[in-house]
């Protein structure tokens, strides 16, 4: 009961009262902001103007997107519109009967921007048309064809890729609310689970982690966001994941881990950022994603497992309940990796008979009963 109280107490109260800054959210988002960035360095998204588009919001995208081609429609059309006027094509000036237009029955603006909007999306009603009269609406009624081919690759590439970007593809990858430690194996393992929504799987997938937090060198320089690599692996290893159902994947807290010297007491007085990534290749399309996510101290339950999800249904199918995905168990756990083995060690020892209480070695005195 009294363990119940301090997880209810610590997910509740502390975890409110006590907010830790990320870098990296929940669904994946990187929290940081960039200041003082020159001019000339801000003139570099617009080389890469391609990228820059992609990444822009959608409501940002659709206003590009309209503006380009009401833009552009409206630009030929007041083109159009002085070609007719210097040609004297429309009605204010009175054209002779034989009088010959360079685009037949534009009479006003309005008229010269329908002709404009037929031209760039070909719908060509065959109302108005360019004669052979005027070398110069030629010229533009070429340059508008192809520049109106351009806008509109352009423009649709840009939509299509960003409906079909591989970070749709990421939002029905998985992990769990909370990281778990306890013993897997006979060692003390830190535990994520994480799950893919599709049935369709993820190529090559491999999976790895890095652990965030403030270090101070031996310089006494001190080190904001100092990465540590976190090997995480599952029973068939880290690579070419077969992830068509929910993993568990561990760490393994030895000497080398960074979470030896913690402790079921001192973790929550800890002050670090664990980012999981995971990275593969959408099985339909043929395009990398990465899926990342990330935990804070609050969110690593010590002394606890996950609750079983897979079980398998009298027709022999095999069914995942997605009820008990971030559910947690209570176990019995040591309560700091340093415990565990030295328990293990002495174990060993009293095996080999050191440190045994039950082994006495007593003094023989030796005779000599042969007699010469």
């Known amino acids: 009961m009294l363990k119940y109280l301090r997880k209810w107490f610590v997910t509740h109260f502390w975890g409110h009262s006590r907010q830790r800054a990320r870098l990296v959210s929940k669904d994946g988002r990187c929290n940081i902001e960039f200041g003082n960035v020159e001019a000339q360095s801000r003139f570099i998204f617009f080389v890469d103007i391609w990228t820059t588009v992609l990444d ?6 659709m206003t590009i997107f309209i503006s380009a081609f009401l833009g552009s429609w409206f630009l030929f059309g007041l083109l159009w519109y002085v070609v007719a006027y210097i040609h004297k094509d429309l009605p204010e000036f009175h054209p002779s009967v034989n009088h010959t237009p360079c685009v037949e029955n534009i009479n006003g603006l309005t008229s010269a921007f329908l002709f404009s909007l037929e031209t760039q999306v070909t719908i060509g ?16 009624l070429i340059f508008q064809s192809i520049l109106g081919v351009i806008i509109n690759s352009f423009m649709c590439g840009a939509i299509l890729a960003k409906i079909s970007r591989s970070k749709k593809r990421a939002k029905t990858i998985t992990f769990s609310k909370h990281a778990v430690i306890s013993k897997r194996g006979g060692k003390l393992c830190l535990l994520i689970r994480v799950a893919n929504l599709r049935k369709s799987l993820l190529i090559g997938s491999h999976i790895y982690g890095k652990l965030l937090r403030t270090t101070v060198t031996p310089e006494g320089e001190t080190i904001i966001l100092d990465q540590i690599n976190i090997n995480f692996v599952v029973d068939a290893g880290n690579e070419n994941l077969f992830f068509i159902s929910p993993l568990t994947i ?3 807290i030895d000497h080398n881990s960074p979470f030896f010297h913690m402790s079921a007491e001192t973790l929550l007085q800890q002050d670090f950022e664990l980012v999981v990534f995971l990275d593969g290749t959408v099985e339909s399309t043929s395009a990398t994603c990465q899926v990342r996510t990330s935990y804070v101290p609050e969110e690593v339950l010590w002394g606890y497992r996950f609750a079983p ?3 398998k249904t009298k027709e022999g199918k095999y069914r995942v309940d997605f009820h008990n995905f971030s559910k947690t168990v209570e176990v019995e756990t040591p309560h700091c990796a340093m415990c565990l083995y030295n328990e293990k060690d002495a174990r060993a020892r009293m095996k080999r008979g050191y ?4 082994f006495i070695l007593s003094e023989v005195n030796e005779t000599d009963d042969t007699k010469m």
């Open 309 to 311: 999800i897979v079980s």
């Open 250 to 252: 561990y760490h393994i």
């Open 125 to 140: 009603y065959g109302f108005r048309c360019v004669t052979e009269q005027c070398g110069t609406a030629i010229f533009l």
């Open 56 to 61: 822009l919001k959608w409501r940002y995208k």
């Open 355 to 358: 440190d045994n209480p039950n």
